[in-house]
């Protein structure tokens, strides 16, 4: 089992930023596509952004196009959701998210992604 941890969430104001940042042992981490969902109480798992595994191909939700960047350091194993602009909207549980290893496409589809974090919360007030 792939262990991911994520870090770096909390309250924030509308307009602040956050980084967070997702982390795992495996060695193979760098054969895998990342991603980071997000989701509010009473709504489904959303898409947030995605990185292929070599770090050139990167994917947003319209949503957070512009203000997050994601991105990854496969030599210290870790993928980090910068979020600038904050809205009131971003605040949900933020999941990091890995394909298998070898399977270095990004995809915009949960059910594509193998191993789960437990998730950090982001809560913006206004």
């Known amino acids: 089992q792939v262990q991911l941890t994520e870090s770096g969430g909390g309250l924030v104001q509308a307009g602040d930023s956050l980084r967070l940042s997702c982390a795992t042992p495996e060695r193979t981490f760098s054969s895998s596509a990342m991603a980071w969902f997000r989701q509010a109480p009473g709504k489904e798992r959303e898409f947030v952004a995605a990185?292929?595994?070599?770090?050139?191909?990167?994917y947003y939700n319209d949503a957070v196009l512009g203000r997050f960047t994601i991105s990854r350091d496969n030599a210290k194993n870790t993928a980090d959701l910068q979020m600038d602009r904050l809205k009131v909207e971003d605040t949900a549980v933020y999941l990091c998210?890995?394909?298998?290893?070898?399977?270095?496409?990004?995809?915009?589809?949960?059910?594509?992604?193998?191993?789960w974090g437990q998730g950090t919360q982001v809560t913006v007030s206004s």
């Open positions: 998210a890995a394909r298998r290893r070898y399977s270095g496409d990004a995809s915009y589809y949960a059910r594509s992604y193998d191993y």
């Open positions: 990185i292929s595994s070599s770090g050139d191909g990167t």
